[in-house]
């Protein structure tokens, strides 16, 4: 069966950075979409980055320029770098993927994590 777990949430300055891993079992990574979600507070889940299996990339315009989405077949991790960290990116992130190869449908989801930003 499919697992996703994430780690690297934590606690960090505004203007600080983290990295979020999430590691795959029973899946490939580089195998079909994934993608990397939040929910903030007051707002519903959003799609934060996401990489399908061509390696197209997008993300959302609130992250765009700050976050970068990676994969690494070695390890068969998707991981998420998120610098210039605000307020705003306070919330819980999943990382999500797809069982359909050329479709961004998402049906395995990981427990999420927490990621605080706060002076």
């Known amino acids: 069966q499919v697992q996703l777990v994430e780690s690297g949430g934590d606690s960090v300055q505004p203007g600080g950075s983290l990295t979020l891993v999430c590691t795959a079992s029973g899946y490939t990574v580089n195998r079909s979409c994934m993608a990397w979600f939040r929910r903030t507070p007051g707002k519903e889940r959003e799609a934060v980055a996401g990489i399908d299996h061509n390696g197209k990339i997008t993300y959302a315009q609130s992250v765009r320029g700050r976050f970068t989405i990676s994969r690494d077949n070695s390890t068969n991790t998707l991981n998420l770098q998120m610098n210039n960290l605000q307020p705003e990116d306070t919330g819980t992130y999943y990382c999500?993927?797809?069982?359909?190869?050329?479709?961004?449908?998402?049906?395995?989801w990981g427990q999420g994590i927490q990621v605080t930003v706060s002076s």
């Open positions: 999500a993927a797809s069982p359909y190869v050329t479709e961004c449908r998402f049906q395995h």
